[in-house]
């Protein structure tokens, strides 16, 4: 699936040669990472192996902390990513209910992607918005004060923009 | 800001524009006012008119009638309010408003966050300065065991020994690094500090490199808070620009350089040995102490680790010094404490409080009581290390030893309050579940341990407990607490052990009578349609498994057999026909 002149790639590789010129170059690995997942939406297997070449980290290692943080996808991602708020204040404040109304209308289990490549559900901790609870973040946008009736208005709405586009 | 401030700010700009008053109208765009439950908010002054719960018609109509008529818009405007109500007007000298008492949050709210001149404008970088030009290193550390300052990240270290350690360190390369892992479910003080006042932060960052020989800073911040990295990274270039960060700093010879690391969600990444290893790129595991980070820290280098709040009461320390802010607070708690005030109370937000404040002063006068008038049950503090205190502590005052007496711990301020339709038994393990999945996995106590606490508690909670369960998570819990290497470990039974103490008959009535009181436990309860059903269907259609029959007009069933108790009935019933029972 990766092409020699993938743009995507050459950005990564910009990336890794800068901080390749600094000192402790190998700490920067999470940073890259962070790249790699901004630029593809996940952690392709790939890519990690050009990472384990170009930084001289055994894939082993890379995978190892790819595993081992919540915020590396290993799977891509639906369309939109809906991350549930599952802090205390939510929590207390009803985010079971939210999880549970969204599980039914989407069909899918947390840190599923929908058939039609539309969603991603999967559980946050705390977003910081506890004022707001229950919370929920599609994309980079946060849902406040939730219901199951917002929740499920908010998922049509969604839906109704993917079909006109 | 999250409920759309920025999408207002673009309407005010252009009504202001159609009204020609661009000239006349400066708009400002402030941090957090920590009134979260009032946003979006605007304040138009003078007159420090506070507008909240705004709308995009209102800004054309505040544009049209304030601005141009003078008649402030009743309707909209916030009245009444515990927290905010004096502070705003003696906005620009909040010394005290209310109850509450800010010092890290001094300038939170008030001046514009992305631009330094209105740091500089409240006397910012002043101790920088200070310390720089009229203070040796030794003098400000001095200072700053005078003041008593202790660690805000939860355990309470003093500070000032922890810099003298560092700054007693023989190394050409020294590290400081500033904690903003905020990883504690229903805690945000860390994000709103650095979204309000990033300057603050990096000034006391610069005068803890100045006083312990570093010349690097790094600010381990989490990947989760966008908002909060680009404006660090806006106050860094600014502050670089006005000659306060890099060489030569105000023409000094101290030379100071910082640089922004993202973490990746971890919790156990909060812990400082686990944090310097996902700063160096590895899994975020914590290794034994000693040595300790100020003598061997990151890369190996004697290291200050600090976090976001104790950071940010460092420049208050330099300029109106350690004896001034050693007067604050309680004998061996000194100066204040933010909290992110959270869950069933009335105003929930951000609040600072001067040690010793009670926690019945912090829910009822600042945070308004609960709402809907229900009753208190509990106020968990410390989040997943933490424990929950009941009704009779109310009265314990906030500081590090009586929180700690009372069996919870003051934690890094995420401080949420629970009403009677919270289960305690479904609280704990809540809290098991974070910590069962965020425990790293390199002490066996605390990998396996929380996962068989959880097991037990998922047990209780299903209805299947067994005689003697609550016995086995006391003994699993004092044995994982006794038997952990790292913090996470021996604070995570707190929640359940505390909730055991302070509520056992609650545990017992779920293993021994199969009930909830607080009607939570999905499979103690069950919903049932009462006389009020006027047969509408709603809660048929609504229903993910379709057991509601009925028919229309009449009043509907549950068959119970087939029901999955999601309580979706509930929340779509208009005619309060649905009881849980």
Redesign the interface.
């Known amino acids: 699936m990766l092409t020699k002149d993938d743009p995507k790639l050459d950005q990564l590789k910009q990336t890794i040669d800068q901080v390749m010129q600094k000192p402790?170059s190998?700490?920067?690995?999470?940073?890259v990472?962070?790249k790699t997942q901004a630029l593809y939406g996940y952690l392709p297997e790939d890519i990690i192996n050009i990472i384990s070449v170009d930084m001289n980290i055994p894939t082993a290692?890379i995978w190892?902390?790819a595993t081992?943080?919540?915020?590396?996808n290993l799977t891509p991602q639906g369309q939109h990513r809906i991350a549930i708020c599952?802090?205390?204040?939510c929590?207390?404040?009803g985010a079971a209910?939210i999880v549970?109304?969204l599980k039914?209308q989407l069909k899918i289990d947390m840190g599923q992607t929908t058939a039609d490549g539309l969603f991603t559900l999967r559980p946050?901790?705390?977003?910081?918005?506890?004022?707001?609870?229950p919370v929920v973040m599609i994309d980079?946008t946060?849902h406040?004060e939730l219901?199951?009736?917002k929740m499920s208005d908010i998922v049509n709405k969604h839906r109704r923009q993917a079909k006109k586009k | 800001m999250?409920?759309g401030m920025r999408h207002l700010s673009t309407l005010l700009d252009e009504q202001l524009e159609r009204h020609g008053l661009k000239d006349r109208v400066k708009i400002n765009v402030s941090g957090c006012l920590g009134?979260?439950?009032k946003?979006p908010i605007m304040v138009v002054n003078p007159g420090y008119t506070l507008y909240g719960g705004l709308e995009e018609p209102d800004v054309a109509q505040i544009v049209r009638e304030h601005l141009i008529q003078g008649r402030p818009i009743a309707r909209l405007v916030i009245e009444e309010d515990h927290l905010f109500n004096r502070f705003f007007r003696i906005f620009g000298d909040v010394n005290f408003f209310g109850k509450q008492m800010r010092i890290a949050l001094r300038n939170c709210g008030i001046i514009d966050p992305e631009n330094i001149d209105d740091y500089l404008a409240l006397r910012g970088y002043e101790a920088l300065a200070k310390a720089l030009t009229d203070m040796t290193p030794q003098q400000v550390i001095d200072e700053l065991k005078t003041s008593g300052l202790r660690g805000r990240g939860g355990a309470g270290f003093p500070t000032g020994l922890k810099w003298q350690i560092t700054a007693d360190q023989v190394s050409g390369e020294k590290y400081v690094i500033c904690n903003a892992d905020?990883?504690?479910?229903?805690?945000?003080m860390d994000?709103?500090a650095i979204e309000g006042d990033p300057h603050t932060v990096l000034e006391g960052m610069m005068i803890g490199g100045y006083a312990v020989g570093a010349a690097q800073g790094i600010v381990y911040i989490r990947?989760?808070?966008?908002l909060a990295i680009e404006r660090l990274e806006r106050a860094m270039a600014q502050a670089r620009d006005h000659g306060l960060l890099g060489d030569h700093i105000l023409g000094t010879d101290f030379c100071f350089e910082l640089e922004i690391?993202?973490?990746?969600?971890?919790?156990v990444c909060g812990e400082e040995t686990a944090l310097i290893q996902?700063?160096?790129?590895?899994?975020?595991m914590p290794r034994p102490r000693p040595p300790y980070p100020s003598v061997s820290g990151l890369?190996g280098k004697p290291t200050l680790i600090n976090n976001v709040e104790t950071w940010a009461n460092i420049p208050v320390v330099i300029v109106d010094g350690g004896q001034w802010f050693s007067s604050i607070g309680t004998e061996k708690s000194q100066g204040t404490k933010v909290f992110?005030l959270?869950?069933?109370v009335v105003n929930?937000?951000l609040i600072e409080v001067p040690m010793g404040t009670t926690l019945r002063e912090i829910i009822y006068d600042i945070g308004g009581g609960i709402p809907h008038g229900k009753a208190f049950k509990a106020v968990?503090t410390g989040?997943p290390s933490g424990g929950c205190l009941p009704a009779d502590y109310l009265d314990t005052p906030v500081d590090y030893e009586s929180l700690a007496q009372a069996g919870s711990i003051m934690g890094s301020g995420?401080m949420?309050v629970?009403d009677e339709d919270?289960c305690m038994v479904d609280?704990a393990k809540?809290?098991l579940e974070?910590t069962q999945s965020e425990s790293?996995g390199k002490c066996t106590p605390c990998r396996e341990g929380t996962k068989r606490m959880f097991e037990i508690l998922t047990r209780i909670s299903d209805g299947r407990g067994q005689a003697g369960d609550i016995e086995k998570l006391e003994r699993l819990g004092d044995m994982i607490k006794k038997s952990s290497l790292c913090g996470l470990g021996q604070s995570a039974p707190n929640p359940v052990l505390s909730t055991i103490k302070n509520f056992r008959e609650e545990y017992e009535e779920h293993i021994r009578d199969h009930t909830c009181r607080a009607k939570v436990c999905p499979s103690l309860i069950a919903y049932a349609i009462n006389d009020a059903c006027v047969g509408c269907g709603a809660c048929k259609r609504g229903c993910?498994v379709n057991v509601i029959s009925g028919r229309t007009k009449q009043k509907h069933t549950i068959d119970q057999t087939q029901c999955v108790r999601?309580?979706?009935c509930l929340?779509?019933c208009k005619y309060d026909a649905i009881d849980k029972v």
């Open positions: 402790y190998d700490s920067y690995l999470i940073a990472l962070h290692h190892g902390v081992f943080y919540h915020y590396f599952l802090g205390t204040a929590y207390v404040k209910q549970e109304t039914q946050a901790r705390c977003l910081g918005a506890c004022g707001l609870a980079d946060i406040g219901t199951p009736k | 999250q409920q009134m979260c439950h946003g905020e990883g504690d479910p229903g805690a945000f994000r709103s990947a989760e808070y966008p690391r993202l973490g990746a969600g971890a919790f996902s700063i160096e790129g590895a899994r975020g890369f992110a959270a869950g069933k929930t937000g968990q989040g995420g949420i629970i919270s609280i809540f809290f974070f790293c993910p999601c309580g979706l929340a779509t």
